[in-house]
RNA sequence: GCCGAUGUGGUGGAAUGGCAGACACGAUCGCCUCAAAAGCGAUUGCUCGCGAGGGCAUGUGGGUUCGACUCCCACCAUCGGCACCA
């Protein structure tokens, strides 16, 4: 071993010179060859909100890294990226700081497509989508107008929250506490006509996941959220005879039925109140279109309505049963209208006991004595009574037809006309209208004589104009004549829908238009679809577990149905594919989710403040002097800012002292040590002394403490990305991510953990360039470092499978540990080295892609080693000759004997026995029982005994 | 509230029911240096013991098992989603 010069490690400089060879190259430009496997690697598109963060560094990274991996191990890769580009973000923008929406979401398109290029990633630029081009969102309305005409889309009803002083609707984000978030003005619940998908139409399909590689956490969730229940719709009548539908999944109770309860929005509420209950039924639907529909359904809240003074006929037994209205039943669930059984429900249990209603129990547990409803609803297995013909059957507990009672009561339901059997979803169709500027419009428009039509195909796209006002008052697309203002196919003047379409519309799709972005006659290419789709791992957050990805399902399931993938089928079948894939309607088939990048905790400045009181909890401060942490002898700053002051907030003293919590401008909230948080005020020329910082202070350098949570600008606890690459470069920022958290997890980001990556990569390089190895090599050393990069290359491989990308880092550093050992040691030749470095760069150039080459280039080996294969596990050169046998006292290891790979039973337990940890535990005696466990020598398992004493 | 997840050293995290803490960060000591940083070497879950060697430890409380971080039951805490943020 000889040390030469020391060349340090190249960062930016080096990782641009790759970046611009690779895309000079053409290196990841994907295209369809039908001799090769192909791999679509899909990864959650980013909402262009400024600046690129940490939380897409950590989405999209690693799941490049697989794609990568994948390509090494002979797949033709498509890794594609783009922009989900309309949203309200841009109208907020555009409303507070007066830029075009389009011209902030462009603009941020642009600095994010810089930074992305940063990440060294293998996307293929020239298959990117920008869903707020006219080119991208011509398809999109092309899809709504086809699933129109199909039957799937249809204008309903639907609540929204309506600013009364704004004149517009707010996204349940913009309304905090019942008020707008800007203005502070009240927020109604308000009924309006919209558009909505029928994805209810594909309710049970969606509960199958059949072929599906989905995490079990985002099925079960899928399923929840769909909520399919099994039962009856029984129709009700008024005294006067209207009729009242409700749905049960109880139909076996149907004689318990002691009242109804409508919501509060139910559309025979206004014609059932009497005149002496009229004013106290407005003023409670009034209050109920103030709450949102969390805080109505919540267990915690009082159950809370008012007696209509109407009343209903039950058809089972024709009894009279009064008529309320609560706002815990929803309009938008069910019929919006229920049979309230207090015996056997616990909401409408605690209901009827609010208000002194009637609890008559019709199912009768075997071995409950009589009065068992007196504390608490029953919902368990019983006989019928109280039913008059049903009295004696038995109710099983069972859902559905699978419970004999409820069975026989649909069945006599049927007989009589009264009800029918009915499935009911938890699942609404898919509200798609917006009443925003800055989205897809809707291709519809309404004629003077009350059509309804949708805009002709060769009109496509209606384009979003330009020149709007966006004031946050009102909708601007209905101001804008120009927009409005249309003509019918006959001619005649008509109107534009004005209400553009849901973003999660845009983004039910994006994986079809990467297949070819530039297409103009169809939404994506025939040939392209056929070769790429579908999707075989999409990689994003859990957080869209439920709403985007029930869309996707059902605008795959749509498109099939609408014919969209008709041609492709058929081109697969030329090509001899089998095009079931498609048939399904499954638009993705491995799914994984990643966890979240949070801030880093910070303690905040620890102060002692002086100045003048003003009431108990709050000083207008004329100086704040931070204590340096320096001085902090013994790591409490809390001892230090008190002590010399007798009572810390003491109110003669004018003295604040502790730690700042929060700040608002010159605003100051601290926690002093008692625990207290007291309210300073910085007064304008007050005297901030701030030791870390020379020259004067102001209060803006002041920080605050930080907790763990959410990154977002306006915590202050962003850490940008593009900082960290300056500093280090991508592939360290790349590995640390990788390295630093598990994947699936994530976690509070930490800045003092990423030295262990950039050691790992310094020890590489340093390694390779610096160190000049010669010498004879020792074969015992060679051989087990052969062993152990044979290992790794199959820990590798297999963990990155698995989307363990830290526990992947974790066996190539290993590998490095050990190689440097035996370079240290001089116990290695040349070519020994040599072998085992260029492997443990094969597998190192899927996460560190920029090091990897380089150093690849470096030891001699051809370009590019992103053109290589993965290096072939052979399990002969991995394997192990030895192995130690563990030796345990009632599950716990007392001793350790080395012994040969696949030792036998008895063999196992005599050397055990004999061993000195055993002796000494058995102390002469005999065991109990001895348990042998063997190993596994492919898994590098240990064989065990276990001595029961 | 409902649905889903998570909980392991000072920190990030490892462990198909089979050696808890791999791999790192940090810390401590030593080497190098005029000094510091970097680097190198050693130690590092807690605890009793001079030592050999014990005991206790995976949110809490129970259970199943020769053996439980892992499986089951109950509870606590935290995070994600709840239909107009994306």
Known sequence: MTIQERTARPKRAMEQKWQTRWETDRLY????????????????LPYPSGDLHMGHWFAMTPSDTRARYMRMKGFNVLFPMGFDAFGLPAENAAVQRGIHPARWT??????????LRSMGAMFDWEREAVSCEPGYYKWTEWFFKKFYEAGL????????????????????????DGKDERTGQPVIQKMMTQWFFRITHYADELLSFAGLDWP?????????????????????????GDPIEIFTTRPDTLWGATFMVLSPEHPLVARITGKAQREEVEEYVKTAARKSELDRTSEEQEKTGVFTGGYAINPVNQERIPIWIADYVLISYGT???????????????????????????????????????????SGAGRMVNSGRFNGAISNGEKGRKNPAISAVIDWLGEQGIGREAINYRLRDWLISRQRYWGS???????EDGNILPVAESDLPVVLPEDVQMTGVGNPLRQHEGFVNTTAPDGRPALREIDTMDTFMCSSWYWYRYLSPQETAQPFSTEEAAYWLPVDVYTGGAEHATMHLLYARFFAKAMRDIGAFDATMAAMQARGRNPKVLTTGEPMLMLRNQGQILGEERSGHFVRARGRWDGANKLFADEVEVIDPAEVANGDPMAVVTSGFPTAEDASSGVVTGEIVKRTENLLTIASPSGDLKTVEVIAGARVIIPDIPGENTVNQLKHHLEIQRMSKSKGNVVNPDELVDLYGADTVRAYLMFG????KGGPWNSQNIQGVVRWLDDVWEMIVNIEVTGAGDPAVERQIERRVHQTIKSVGEKLEAFNFNKAIAELMTLKNDLRAAVRDAKISHGAFHEAAKNMLLMMAPFTPHIAEELWVYIGEAYSIHQQAYPTYDPAKAAEETTTLVVMKNGKPIDRVEVAVGIGEEDAKAAALASAGARRALDGGTPRRVVFIAGRGDLNVEPKVNIVV
């Not at 204008?155 to 929250?161: Q, T, W």
């Not at 079990?216 to 929840?224: A, D, K, S, V």
């Open 29 to 44: 430009r994907s295209s369809v060859d039908w001799n090769r496997p192909k791999h679509y690697a899909l990864t959650m």
């Open 216 to 240: 079990e956490p985002i099925r079960t969730m899928q399923t929840n959220w769909i909520g399919r229940s099994e039962g009856a719709r029984v129709i009700f009548h008024t005294e006067e």
């Open 106 to 115: 462009f603009g941020n398109i642009e600095r994010m497509r810089g930074q």
């Open 153 to 176: 889309a249809y204008r309903g009803e639907a609540m929204v929250n309506w600013s009364p002083t704004l004149q517009t609707v707010l996204a349940n984000e913009q309304v905090i």
């Open 441 to 447: 419009p809707i291709p519809m428009i309404y004629t």
């Open 336 to 378: 919006g209208a229920i049979m309230a059984v207090p015996a056997h429900d616990e909401r409408d249990f605690a209901f009827a006991r609010a208000y002194g209603l009637e609890i008559r129990p019709v199912i009768q547990p075997d071995d409950v004595p009589e009065g068992f409803c007196e504390t608490q609803a029953y």
């Open 741 to 744: 958290f598990d994947w699936e």
